[in-house]
């Protein structure tokens, strides 16, 4: 289980209980889930509905408390953490990719990715430029003016993927992101999250129960009834870039 | 931060607008209501306010309003004019009378007898005929409203002719009036006249209009004519008080106009509060994003209160607007309307509104504080 990663550069978790509900409605969803994810990696975690695995990525990305255990991200202990500072950790070190996007309808493009350099205090003006450069990154440099209806699934999973990076997060997180969308674009995301977000200091966990993407990991780790069943590296892991993008990822 | 907020706001221009609508409704109804309260209200003082060149009236202690008349002695004319302080003093008769139109119809009216020779408390807004003509025997001018309720249809020219209380009365000059609380005719003469219009009775007098003399204060001069005469002696400002305090305390108006200012508030508070309240609920995913990337609960209240301040400023304005075009419009075209606004109302608008837009956000404030940000995973905001 263990990759061998300094601990302040990754994610460590030590008998992570995590309960819903109090007295007879109380479901336990995390058993004592013991695991660690290096940075400049690409970790899935799969395994079947109801298994934990949002729960411990919601966790891991300091939106949730949990029950009992420890979790140390990028070096700090989550647990101790008030929620203000939660929230300031997950502001300049975490990075969201959510299943449906969840883009902001009323913003444009670049004003989408704007947000996180904004909520870090950047002005307006000036995260509107960096977002423009990530968005043209992303293949999106013409469509920055546009709406999040204006655009395609795969495009509007771009945005998202672009917002998720700009504040250049250590931090990486991916819930489901091919669910929403066909499999050649999903296809064509993951090789973006592959290219573009994968570094070498960045810790990227994906959420995904899509087994078509499981090519682009480093190591799965499944998850099972709230414990961690399975932890396998990928040795073959395809190489090829499948979305055709010419991408520049060293300023990501 | 607030651009975020205002473009979540106006993303959505169906919600937006009943938002708008809301508030603007609300504050159409209070502004509107609370006018005609008090236009209303003002409508009991006309004859006070239109008096003009006055500094004190003078009246029977026990006197709580205008058309509470109370006689006093003829003498008292005298006694005020003694009290130092005073530039001048002269009667003022103001009371009931019954005229007989040429067709034989009887109309109740508002008779006023002002100074003889000063013509003091005379209206000063002639339409036709000269205020000096008032110096003719019999001469009465009348306001237009009543001449209009008495020879309907007629355009206004002088030398119409009314008998009151078997006395013929020649009309010499038409004025504008402010409106009266009783819709009445109010009918001008000389003091002399007056007694001849009226059935005869010991006194007569129920006010004194008095003057200072430059330089002195009118509540201190007022207070030397109640001490030294014991009547009641007030200034134009305090007799209108005294009046509208009493139409407050004794008539239903306050309670019917109010328990309307009310509902328009709550009726404001309902519909702004329940569609800003779904806005934010329907917004909760965008909220609960924002929260988890980071955004601070603080930074989140100050976007709900932005959003629920630019409704309220928006709909306060346009409800204002719409209230100040209704009043002109209605009043040109019924001017029985009672409508004034004073800034008063605008201001007191101004906090319901305030109030109606911060009650609105705080069950949305509620929803989003409450929010957990790990709720964003899987689309699980609901």
């Not at chain 1, 007295?23 to 109801?50: C, F, H, M, Q």
């Not at chain 2, 009236?57 to 026990?62: Q, S």
């Not at chain 2, 008080?241 to 508070?269: D, E, Q, R, S």
Request: proline fraction near 3%; include cysteine; glycine fraction near 10%.
């Amino acid at each position: 289980m263990t990759t061998g990663v300094l601990v302040g550069e990754g994610v460590t978790c030590h008998n992570l209980i995590k309960d819903y509900g109090a007295g007879d409605a109380r479901v336990r969803a995390l058993r004592g889930v013991d695991v660690e994810i290096a940075a400049g990696e690409l970790t899935l975690l799969v395994g079947p509905s109801g298994c934990g695995k949002t729960t411990l990525i919601s966790i891991l990305a300091g939106t949730l408390e949990p029950t009992n255990g420890e979790v140390t991200v990028l070096g700090k202990d989550l647990t101790r953490l008030t929620k203000r500072e939660k929230g300031a950790f997950r502001a300049q070190n975490v990075g969201f990719v959510f299943q449906q996007f969840n883009l902001l309808p009323s913003l444009t493009a670049a004003e989408n990715v704007a947000v996180p350099l904004v909520i870090n205090g950047y002005s307006k003006a000036s995260a509107i430029v960096q977002a423009g450069q990530v968005l043209k990154l992303m293949g999106l440099g013409d469509r920055m003016n546009s709406l999040p209806s204006q655009l395609s699934g795969g495009q509007q999973q771009r945005v998202a993927i672009a917002r998720a990076l700009v504040h250049k997060p250590r931090l990486l997180v991916c819930d489901e992101p091919t669910s929403a969308i066909d499999a050649r674009t999903g296809h064509a995301i993951m090789t973006l999250i592959r290219e573009v977000a994968l570094q070498p200091d960045r810790v990227t966990v994906v959420v995904t129960h899509d087994q078509r993407v499981f090519e682009f990991a480093d190591r799965i780790i499944t998850l099972e009834d709230g414990r961690v069943a399975g932890d396998r590296s990928v040795e073959a892991r395809v190489e090829q870039t499948h979305s055709g993008l010419k991408i520049e990822s060293s300023t990501l | 931060m607030t651009w975020i907020a205002l473009k979540m706001l106006t993303g959505d221009r169906g919600k937006y607008f009943a938002i708008i609508f809301g508030i603007t409704f609300a504050s159409l109804l209070i502004t509107e209501q609370s006018g005609i309260f008090c236009g209303v209200m003002l409508r009991t003082t006309s004859q006070i306010r239109d008096i003009e060149g006055v500094d004190i009236w003078v009246m029977n202690p026990n006197v709580r309003y205008m058309d509470d008349l109370k006689a006093i002695s003829d003498d008292d004319v005298f006694r005020v004019r003694s009290v130092p302080g005073v530039a001048w003093a002269v009667s003022l008769y103001r009371g009931s009378g019954q005229a007989q139109l040429a067709n034989g119809d009887y109309q109740s009216l508002i008779l006023i007898g002002i100074d003889d020779s000063t013509l003091v408390g005379a209206p000063t807004k002639m339409l036709v005929g000269k205020l000096g003509d008032l110096q003719n025997a019999d001469a009465v001018i009348v306001d237009e409203a009543g001449y209009r309720q008495m020879w309907p249809g007629e355009p206004l020219r002088t030398g119409k002719v009314i008998e009151m209380n078997d006395c013929r009365a020649v009309v010499v000059g038409v004025f504008r009036a402010s409106q009266t609380w009783m819709t009445m005719p109010v009918v001008y003469t000389r003091f002399s006249q007056a007694v001849f219009f009226v059935p005869a009775v010991r006194r007569l007098m129920p006010f004194v209009l008095a003057k200072c003399k430059p330089g002195l204060s009118v509540p201190g001069v007022a207070r030397r004519i109640g001490a030294q005469t014991g009547l009641q002696a007030l200034s134009k400002q305090e007799f209108m008080n005294l009046t509208m305090m009493y139409y407050l305390k004794h008539t239903g108006i306050p309670i019917n106009i109010g328990t309307t200012v009310l509902l328009g508030f709550f009726v404001g508070c309902a519909i702004a509060g329940q569609t800003f309240y779904l806005f934010t609920v329907e917004n909760l995913k965008q909220f609960g994003t924002l929260k988890a990337m980071g955004m601070s609960d603080r930074r989140l209240v100050g976007m709900i209160l932005t959003q629920a301040l630019l409704v309220g400023a928006i709909g306060y304005g346009l409800g204002v607007g719409l209230t100040t075009i209704y009043g002109i419009v209605a009043q040109r075209g019924m001017p029985l309307l009672a409508f004034f606004l004073p800034w008063q109302v605008v201001a007191g608008t101004g906090v319901a509104v305030l109030l109606i837009s911060l009650i609105s956000s705080v069950l949305s404030i509620h929803r989003v504080l409450v929010l957990e940000p790990a709720m964003v995973f899987q689309g699980g905001v609901a």
